[in-house]
């Protein structure tokens, strides 16, 4: 079975301070994927990675940024956190079609 | 106008209920997915569709290209069905996934 692993099921962060949110893939998938969900709005893309040092933008990659450096890793970089930056983060994998293999998602509150 | 429309958005049964969860999308596409979100916030892909009908257990998906729809079914619904449904597609051969913004069921004893 696929695995893809989130590091945090839970964070709770102060405004300005630097987040990392890290996805392990046991798969060696080459396509990762980072979204948020809120409420109402669904999933949304974040950013994306083909291949280790690739990464592409989704639909809102404002405020964050990401880094692959090994082809099983994918971590979710918000630089300077803030409160609208409050939601449930999922990481997702695939090998050929765009990920329908996800983590089990981190809920993070920034305060 | 959002691309991936689900209805209905919120949906209460009785156990033992025959549950219909809709999709209707708007673009070309070359996949569907039917994924399966719980309150712990984990997604399981239940179903991959590009044409026809699948089934797996109590749940069977379907999908028509040509009227750009797709439904899926529970059987025999439990409590544990309880969970928020999502659509999925896939625009184009290369695209990556568009969301629907999910109906969440209660399956109630």
């Known amino acids: 079975d696929v695995k893809v692993t989130q590091s945090s099921r839970y964070l709770v962060k102060r405004t300005g301070e630097k987040v990392f949110l890290e996805c392990v893939q046991d798969?060696?998938?080459?396509?990762m994927f980072w979204y948020r969900q809120d409420p109402g709005l669904g999933l949304r893309l974040i950013y994306f990675s083909y291949d280790v040092k690739m990464k592409e933008k989704g639909d809102i990659p404002e405020g964050y940024s990401v880094s692959r450096e090994k082809k099983e890793r994918f971590s979710l970089i918000l630089e300077s956190a803030s409160t609208n930056q409050t939601s449930m983060y999922l990481c997702?994998?695939?090998?050929?079609?765009?990920?329908?293999?996800f983590g089990q998602g981190t809920r993070l509150t920034v305060v | 106008k959002n691309e991936v429309e689900q209805s209905p958005q919120n949906l209460t049964a009785q156990e033992g209920e025959f549950i219909t969860i809709n999709c209707s999308y708007s673009?070309?596409?070359?996949?569907l997915h039917w994924l399966q979100q719980h309150p712990g916030g984990g997604i399981v892909s239940l179903f991959m569709?590009?044409?026809g009908k699948k089934k797996h257990g109590r749940l069977i998906a379907t999908i028509n290209i040509q009227e750009k729809h797709s439904s899926l079914h529970i059987t025999a619904s439990h409590p544990r069905d309880s969970a928020v449904y999502i659509c999925?597609?896939?625009?184009?051969?290369?695209?990556?996934?568009?969301f629907g913004k999910g109906t969440k069921l209660s399956v109630k004893p």
């Open positions: 569709l590009s044409s």
């Open positions: 673009v070309g596409i070359s996949a």
């Open positions: 997702a994998s695939s090998f050929g079609a765009p990920g329908a293999f």
């Open positions: 999925a597609v896939r625009k184009g051969s290369q695209g990556n996934l568009i």
């Open positions: 798969m060696d998938h080459e396509n």
